[in-house]
């Protein structure tokens, strides 16, 4: 089993970039892909990033992902920020080891 | 256009059950393992249960293990949770979503309170 850590919130101003981190505590994110989603207040989940770094049509490419395998971990890169982009992001994998799927506990990001 | 659409929510007492469903449309719904995920009040993302697209296969979280039991009817494109021996930890807006989490639907919320 593992858990996957982020910084509970983050902040920054509007055409900047920002990034966030998710670590995870065991194992290796090789063997796993990472998803991230985003969840504006009021609304459901969507997903901005899926197998590492791989956007789903509609997701404009301001948002990236990326693993660093030296550190374990992987981060979800906003750049050009916009008023719309404040919201909680989770980084979600898959544990192959008991086929259980692993959120992390969430980053509000705050655009100001 | 894919969609998902949960009902089924509401209020139940302590060590009661409930039935979640799920319908899709818009995607290949026989060919998608499905999920459902919660979020308590104020909390994060928790993810719950998975099933195969054929129904063959299906994973637990330890939290739900022996009391939820995930199901689908792909004639129906429908998607179900059975929620047993409910207790107040469970009370949550439940999501279903695709395998990869492509697509979500907008949440039924379950409240376990006597």
């Known amino acids: 089993n593992f858990i996957l850590t982020q910084p509970h919130s983050v902040s920054e101003s509007p055409g900047k970039t920002v990034t966030i981190s998710c670590t995870r505590s065991?194992?290796?994110?090789?063997?796993?892909?990472v998803q991230w989603c985003q969840q504006r207040p009021g609304s459901s989940p969507t997903t901005v990033i899926y197998?590492?770094?791989?956007?789903p049509s509609g997701i404009p490419d301001r948002f990236s992902g990326s693993i660093d395998s030296s550190s374990n971990s992987a981060s979800l890169t906003i750049s050009g920020l916009r008023t719309e982009d404040e919201a909680d992001y989770y980084c979600q994998s898959y544990d192959s080891s008991n086929h259980r799927w692993v959120f992390g506990g969430g980053t509000k990001l705050t655009v100001l | 256009q894919a969609q998902l659409a949960e009902s089924g929510g509401g209020v139940v007492q302590p060590g009661g059950s409930l039935r979640l469903s799920c319908a899709a449309s818009?995607?290949?719904?026989?060919?998608?393992?499905m999920h459902w995920v919660r979020q308590a009040p104020g909390k994060g993302l928790e993810w719950v249960t998975f099933?195969?697209?054929?129904?063959?296969?299906?994973y637990y979280a330890d939290s739900v293990k022996g009391r939820f039991t995930i199901s689908r009817d792909n004639s129906k494109n429908t998607l179900y949770l059975e929620m047993n021996s409910l207790r107040p930890e469970d009370t949550a807006v439940y999501y279903c979503?695709?395998?990869?989490?492509?697509?979500w639907g907008q949440g039924t919320l379950v409240t376990v309170s006597s």
């Open positions: 065991s194992g290796n994110f090789a063997s796993d892909y």
């Open positions: 197998e590492d770094d791989q956007r």
């Open positions: 818009g995607f290949n719904f026989s060919r998608y393992g």
């Open positions: 979503a695709s395998q990869r989490f492509d697509f």
């Open positions: 099933i195969r697209y054929d129904g063959n296969n299906e």
